[in-house]
């Protein structure tokens, strides 16, 4: 059984910082890209910042510049440095995994349950 497990959510002023964690665990194979979502209420969710097995990223562009993505394979965990925060980026944040696990002959896509942002005064 596979498991993505977020940390690092809560409550920030703005123009604050924050680092969210998602850590892959249970019968991994292989993890190919890693990513970040957010969905804030009464909206879909949208692409945050990918981050490839290779280390390739791309961002959305509301948060170039301030957000950074990396992820430590030996940890099998992704990062979301999150810079000079603003109340738009309220929103719950799901990491994300495409990863093949031990005994499947494909990668598949997984959700990690989400952990809470805030940016307000």
């Known amino acids: 059984q596979v498991q993505l497990v977020e940390s690092g959510g809560g409550l920030v002023q703005p123009g604050g910082s924050l680092r969210l964690s998602c850590a892959a665990s249970g019968s991994i194979s292989s993890i190919y890209a890693m990513g970040w979502y957010r969905q804030a209420p009464g909206k879909q969710r949208e692409l945050v910042a990918t981050?490839?097995?290779?280390?390739?990223?791309n961002y959305a562009d509301s948060v170039k510049g301030r957000f950074t993505i990396s992820r430590d394979n030996a940890k099998n965990t992704v990062y979301l440095q999150m810079n000079s925060l603003k109340p738009e980026d309220t929103a719950v944040y799901y990491c994300?995994?495409?990863?093949?696990?031990?005994?499947?002959?494909?990668?598949?896509?997984?959700w990690g349950q989400g952990t809470q942002v805030t940016v307000s005064s």
């Open positions: 981050i490839t097995s290779g280390d390739s990223t």
């Open positions: 994300n995994a495409r990863l093949q696990p031990i005994g499947a002959l494909n990668a598949y896509g997984y």
